[in-house]
């Protein structure tokens, strides 16, 4: 019977929960249990997929085809069980389908109110699919106090009356920030946050205190005094170096004894092995290499999250610390912009994914530098779109472009309106919906026998890569494309849709069209991002 483990906020935001959870799970891993983890957030969109990354950061894509929250990346990366659609809810996605029901007559013509109905849904969801599972983990978005995320509380105090404290286990992280002037480290914030949540019906077992500076025994006595919790149930969280710092400094306090302790769960001490040499890895480069990164969402550094960690895990591969560069493709569209010097400096040079005509210039200018340079070059989604562009301009075809930034004469790339997934074909308009209408999860693409690609692969000659778009490489360019040394060597399997573009003629030169950063983890680089920067570290030895 699983076990189920609630996670809350208080304080401030972004104090780490996500990371909090992906560590205490993977921590659970490491003894032998298996987990899942769940994220629950309270503000009204259905999905993250039509919100700006910079007002919530990247969207993370689900082998099912989920637009998710980012903190599910975190999950992933930290216990490599794979998220699904129901991991990841919202309060946009509740009423949405409680309002569905209502108007079908499902409710029999009952008053539909937050409680019961919003908090069955809620509770349903945690509950579901958790037969063969030790632990499961949910996450909850916001901080206590918020109005939106009261339905979500009422619903963690209605499970742990009904599954029972034995069954149940609360974890609340606060901030204990520490005022210079005073010279003191506070405690008040974390009691007022408590009692918040108490006057809520949900007492926490186990306090989780973000401080900047080490927690001293008698500010932790006193924390466990005014907050009904035991003093070793009271666990400090300073600070990291690095995120994979985050499941050795949680054990070292004792999260994971006092979790198991609560739910009187006797296990072996975890193997750590693997977090010791990712943090060694991380910690004792033996190089390092400098990475551009040419895309639009760069002033805020969670729009680009997991191809930020991807690359570490690329460097972690290697054996070298990479230095991210984050570059606005805006900047080369200016008329007196000096790509050249700014992008000289760069080992290697990354196109990321985005989405609408604003920087695409700037990131076509990127793929010429590096094309006729000859600086290792990866491109993502739009990236290999921008780079199919510019191998078009580049073969004689001036007017190349895409429909996603206007009308042109030469769509060497377009909308895509039908395709084929695990449930048949899949259509689309122009004219639909943003959200959740693009080509999402995963599907196979086909490998060209001897291509560098398939080298990368291992060899393989089918892989399962990640999608989030909804423009494709118009396959009637092909052969222009090829003549002028742009090869096509991944394709759908129906031949259709162009997935991967390299040139043999480059040192390093991949496009592809899925998004490969979703699938690396620390313990498991991905393959294109171990290679990129292997090419990396070759480019920095001639230079």
Known sequence: MARFIFITGGVVS???KGLMAASL??????????VRIRKFDPYLNVDPGTMSPYQHGEVYVTDDGAETDLDLGHYERFTGVSAHQNDNITSGRVYRDIIARERRGDYLGATVQVIPHVTDEIKAFALANTEDLDFVLCEFGGTVGDIEGLPFIEAIRQLRNELGREQTCAIHVTLVPYVSA?????????????????????QPDVLLCRCEHPLPDGERAKIALFCNVRKEAVIPALDASSIYNVPLQYHAEGLDDEVLRHFGQDAPDPDLAVWDDIVDRFHHPEGEVTIGVVGKYVGLPDAYKSL????IH??????VKVNIRWIDAEIFEQDDADIAARLEPMHGILVPGGFGVRGSEGKIASVRFARERGVPFFGICLGMQMACVEGARSAGIEAASSTEFGATDEPVVGIITEWMSAEGLQQRGADTDLGGTMRLGAYEARLSANSHVSAI????????????????VNGAYRPALEQGGLIFSGMSPDGLLPEIVERPDHPWFVGVQFHPELK??????????????AAAVHQSRLV
């Open 14 to 16: 972004s104090l780490g």
């Open 25 to 34: 799970a993977a921590l659970l891993q490491a003894r032998g249990f298996r």
């Open 182 to 202: 005073a010279g003191e480290l506070k405690t008040k914030p974390t009691q007022h946050s408590v009692r918040e949540l108490t006057s809520l019906g949900v």
């Open 308 to 311: 930020n960690e991807a690359l």
């Open 314 to 319: 690329g460097g972690m591969a290697n054996r």
């Open 457 to 472: 692969y291992g060899g393989a000659t089918t892989i399962s890569e990640r999608h989030r778009h909804r423009y494709e």
């Open 520 to 533: 690396s983890k620390p313990f498991d680089p991905h393959p294109l991002f171990a290679s990129f920067i």
